[in-house]
């Protein structure tokens, strides 16, 4: 496997998919401040609904981007001609997750200013994260554990919840006012999500548990190998 390297250059930086990451970076800001306007009184309700399609339109930024990257290689032939410079570069594998959090986060705290997300979601969500990034770096190089379908489930939920709350005020006034509909679906993702995160750490804890005996196991066996051998 060829060793990943951090090369800075208009060729590395400038690729149709970095652009359009820059371009996902940048809606960030304009849904959140037309949906955070949308709650004040001197500025229309649909406006989150013109946030949520700014969102929507980044969103969808993220499926292309992928894409040219993978088809578009060095010496690709586009039509006639053929493309120079890969699109598949390593600045847009660090900088595309980046763009992914900053929506994410960008999209719950607006909702939570706006008042259409109880903060509480976002702090269990943000404290989640942080623990799996805390565990995730202990257990790194030592381990390997594969991701679960639940918490690829949690997060599909936690999503849907997410565009639900853009209806906070709909849902409240015509279907559910006690606990709204949204925030029982981003509860169900919480759940989930956190469920997820302690099935994760307590598998990753086990097979490090297994490492290391079986480590301990070949220390102890080379060591009377050679004491066999002395003697």
């Not at 980046?98 to 969500?125: Q, S």
């Not at 709204?180 to 097979?207: E, F, Q, R």
Request: aromatic residues 12%.
């Amino acid at each position: 496997m060829a060793e990943k390297k951090l090369i800075i250059n208009r060729y590395t930086v400038w690729t149709v998919p970095n652009i359009l990451v820059f371009f996902r970076i940048l809606c960030v800001p304009v849904f959140m401040t037309m949906v955070i306007l949308s709650a004040q009184p001197a500025h229309p309700d649909w406006y989150v609904y013109i946030g949520l399609g700014v969102m929507a339109l980044a969103a969808v930024t993220d499926v292309f981007d992928g894409k040219i990257a993978r088809k578009y290689k060095k010496g690709t032939k586009f039509g006639k001609h053929v493309v120079k410079h890969d699109q598949a570069t390593y600045v847009g594998q660090l900088i595309d997750p980046i763009a992914d959090k900053t929506m994410h986060i960008g999209a719950m705290l607006a909702l939570v200013i706006a008042g259409y997300l109880h903060w509480a979601f976002l702090f269990l969500i943000a404290f989640r994260e942080i623990a799996m990034v805390v565990g995730g770096s202990f257990f790194m190089n030592k381990v390997n554990v594969q991701s679960n379908m639940l918490g690829k489930v949690a997060s599909a939920i936690i999503s849907v919840g997410i565009i639900a709350c853009f209806f906070h005020k709909l849902i409240v006034a015509h279907l559910w006012d006690v606990y709204s509909l949204d925030w029982i679906i981003v509860t169900i993702g919480v759940v989930l999500n956190w469920t997820a995160a302690v099935c994760y750490l307590v598998g990753a804890a086990k097979d490090y548990k297994k490492v290391k005996a079986e480590k301990a196991k070949k220390s102890v066996s080379v060591e009377s190998e050679t004491n066999e051998e002395n003697n």
